[in-house]
């Protein structure tokens, strides 16, 4: 697709189950991010790749938090033993090139419950 | 650290008035600054850049110009629509680094 897809878009897991969620960013993108956002929240950086290299992970809140990007393509985010905090929307973005000034494309977002 | 802090809302405004949301930051360098927009049901979009002082950016009859002096990058639009309804976020990314920072948004609601 022309755009970042992500999913699922929506998914609820009970407390201490596992979750996988998936990012395909746009095609040739170079830079691919996560960031959470809790309700009526920004953004918050969770980690970043540089192709499949993870380059940055200061973002992530817990050990529970775990990126991969092993192509350098598709990305998948895991939470193991999810807690009620963790209940956000994730955010999938890419951009074509490295660099501050640069585009970043957001996919719409996993919206995850826990219960 | 890097930090945004956006003008809190809801915000309410009839169409066509005049639109201003404030954002200002906290930044050690000279970083890259946006405002992204989200529309009901849809993904953040880019709306404006700039990424040096003194730089305006402008698309849609948004403005936004990067002042140094004050540390701002208020949002402008001279004539608001209903379509102009959603979330607005102010963001900077530092030169040489590759996130977003984002203030925590501003909900806009034009009514007819």
């Known amino acids: 697709g022309a755009g970042v897809s992500q999913s699922p878009r929506y998914k609820v897991a009970k407390r201490g189950q596992d979750v996988a969620l998936r990012c395909d960013p746009i095609?040739?993108?170079?830079?691919l991010f996560w960031y959470q956002q809790a309700l009526g929240q920004g953004p918050e950086f969770l980690t970043y790749?540089?192709?499949?290299?993870?380059?940055?992970k200061s973002g992530l809140p817990s050990d529970r938090f775990f990126a991969e990007r092993p192509e350098g393509s598709v990305s998948t985010l895991k939470i193991q033993r999810t807690q009620q905090e963790d209940s956000a929307v994730y955010l999938c973005?890419?951009?074509?090139?490295?660099?501050?000034?640069?585009?970043?494309?957001f996919g719409e977002g996993s919206w995850l419950t826990v219960v | 650290g890097d930090s945004v802090t956006q003008m809190e809302g809801p915000v309410t405004l009839s169409e066509e008035a005049f639109l201003t949301i404030n954002c200002t930051y906290t930044?050690?360098?000279?970083?890259?600054l946006f405002w992204y927009v989200q529309y009901p049901g849809e993904g953040l979009q880019l709306l404006l850049k700039?990424?040096?002082?003194?730089d305006k950016g402008s698309n849609k009859g948004f403005e936004a110009t990067y002042r140094k002096e004050t540390t701002s990058f208020h949002l402008e639009k001279g004539s608001v629509q209903v379509s102009d309804s959603a979330v607005y976020f102010c963001?900077?990314?530092?030169?040489?680094?590759?996130?977003?920072?984002f203030g925590q948004g501003t909900r806009l609601t034009i009514n007819p």
């Open positions: 973005a890419s951009s074509l090139r490295t660099g501050s000034g640069n585009t970043i494309y």
């Open positions: 095609s040739g993108h170079v830079s």
């Open positions: 790749f540089q192709n499949e290299a993870q380059l940055d």
């Open positions: 930044a050690t360098g000279y970083p890259s």
């Open positions: 700039a990424t040096k002082a003194d």
């Open positions: 963001a900077l990314s530092e030169k040489g680094a590759q996130k977003l920072v």
